[in-house]
């Protein structure tokens, strides 16, 4: 996924505000679910909800104003309850800025822990 950095995703230095990565991780894992033929809705409609376990952030270079930044998404571990996802942001020269790591567990409506379902499971599942 490929975002431009505007001011409002900055902070009174001119950085990308630290929080704000949290929500381009999340963009790239819809837009990577999608591309894997679920949308967020639709696992909803099924009862499957996707919530946040664990995040895991290190910043390496400041992203700033302007900046058009690549962030790649993988699945790096899954079970039939949960999916870690693995996250890196490079900017427009190809220098990685931020590296990431976010375990979601799929739960039901009431919030238990329940099976991601295995059609999910297969097309999360990486290549080997």
């Known amino acids: 996924m490929q975002k431009t950095i505007f001011y409002h995703d ?4 001119n950085v990308v505000y630290y929080a704000n990565y949290l929500k ?3 963009e790239a894992r819809t837009l990577y679910m999608e ?3 679920f949308s967020v809705p639709a696992l909803m409609q099924a009862g499957k909800f996707f919530v946040v376990a664990r995040q895991e952030v290190e910043y390496k270079y400041p992203v700033r104003y302007a ?6 998404t993988k699945v ?6 949960k999916i870690v996802f693995e996250n890196t942001i490079t900017n427009q020269n ?5 590296k990431g790591k976010t ?3 799929c739960v ?3 919030g238990v822990p329940t099976s991601m379902g295995a059609q999910v499971k297969a097309a999360m599942t990486p290549a080997m």
């Open 10 to 13: 900055t902070d009174c230095g």
């Open 24 to 26: 381009y991780f999340e």
């Open 35 to 37: 591309q894997k033929g």
């Open 67 to 72: 900046d058009v930044i690549t962030v790649d």
């Open 76 to 81: 790096a571990e899954i079970s039939d309850i």
């Open 94 to 98: 190809g220098r990685l800025c931020t």
């Open 103 to 105: 375990t979601l567990v």
């Open 108 to 110: 039901d409506k009431n």
